[in-house]
């Protein structure tokens, strides 16, 4: 059984960084492109990044390109989200999910990690 632990969510200023982590287990970890989404309180849920199963292909949204910056280590079966120049806006529950395919439509993907809280204060 695949599981997906999400880390790395927290209280930060703008201006600020995080890193957050989406650690994969139960299942090969090089059969999995992950992206990450966010989700704030009363809005939909929204694509931030995603990368393919070897790495070597990211994608991002408009609103995170330049800022935020997706990477994945097979030795640690964990993909990166480093988020730098947050704003308030940032602010979300991020959740990370695993597929076989590269997408960046949340309703392509099956697997997913519990989310973690991302505060950023003005």
């Known amino acids: 059984q695949v599981q997906l632990v999400t880390s790395g969510g927290g209280l930060v200023q703008a201006g600020g960084s995080l890193r957050l982590s989406c650690v994969v287990s139960?299942?090969?970890?090089?059969?999995?492109?992950v992206g990450w989404f966010r989700q704030a309180p009363g809005k939909e849920r929204e694509f931030v990044a995603v990368?393919?199963?070897?790495?070597?292909?990211?994608d991002y949204a408009g609103s995170v390109k330049g800022r935020f910056t997706i990477s994945r280590d097979s030795a640690e079966n964990t993909v990166y989200l480093q988020m730098d120049s947050l704003g308030p806006e940032d602010t979300a529950v991020y959740l990370c999910?695993?597929?076989?395919?590269?997408?960046?439509?949340?309703?392509?993907?099956?697997?997913w990690g519990q989310g973690t809280q991302v505060t950023v204060s003005s």
């Open positions: 999910a695993a597929d076989s395919l590269f997408a960046c439509s949340s309703y392509h993907y099956d697997l």
């Open positions: 139960g299942y090969s970890f090089n059969n999995y492109a």
């Open positions: 990368i393919s199963r070897s790495g070597g292909t990211t």
